[in-house]
């Protein structure tokens, strides 16, 4: 029901700031759950944050709280990864994710639909 299209990754500098994207193509795009998670090479998909549709709850892993923030904009069926302070070691592939309900979920065998992935490169 619910196609993804993210976008606005790049190469940055240490302590650079990117803005990721990701469009949905759902006509109840508020009615989803919205995650995004990173995978480096030989590791692991990772959680990095996400946002419920009841009320605008966020959260994030410990790796990046304090410094990336997400947000969404139901009505343009849009969510944002904001990226600040950014560190060689988040560099990774970037994939935002949807997941029907308002619910909490941190893993990505949770989520069913998927962007394409977007690359986050940071230079030390």
């Known amino acids: 029901q619910v196609q993804l299209v993210d976008s606005g990754g790049g190469l940055v500098q240490t302590g650079g700031s990117l803005r990721l994207s990701c469009a949905a193509s759902?006509?109840?795009?508020?009615?989803?759950?919205m995650g995004w998670f990173r995978q480096a090479p030989g590791k692991e998909r990772e959680f990095v944050a996400a946002i419920r549709w009841r009320v605008d709850m966020t959260f994030y892993a410990n790796s990046v709280k304090g410094r990336f923030t997400i947000s969404r904009d139901n009505a343009k069926n849009t969510v944002y990864l904001q990226m600040n302070n950014l560190k060689p070691e988040d560099t990774a592939v970037y994939y935002c994710a949807a997941k029907y309900g308002d619910v909490s979920a941190t893993r990505a065998s949770e989520y069913d639909y998927w962007g394409q992935g977007t690359q986050v490169t940071v230079s030390s």
């Open positions: 759902g006509r109840m795009f508020s009615l989803y759950t």
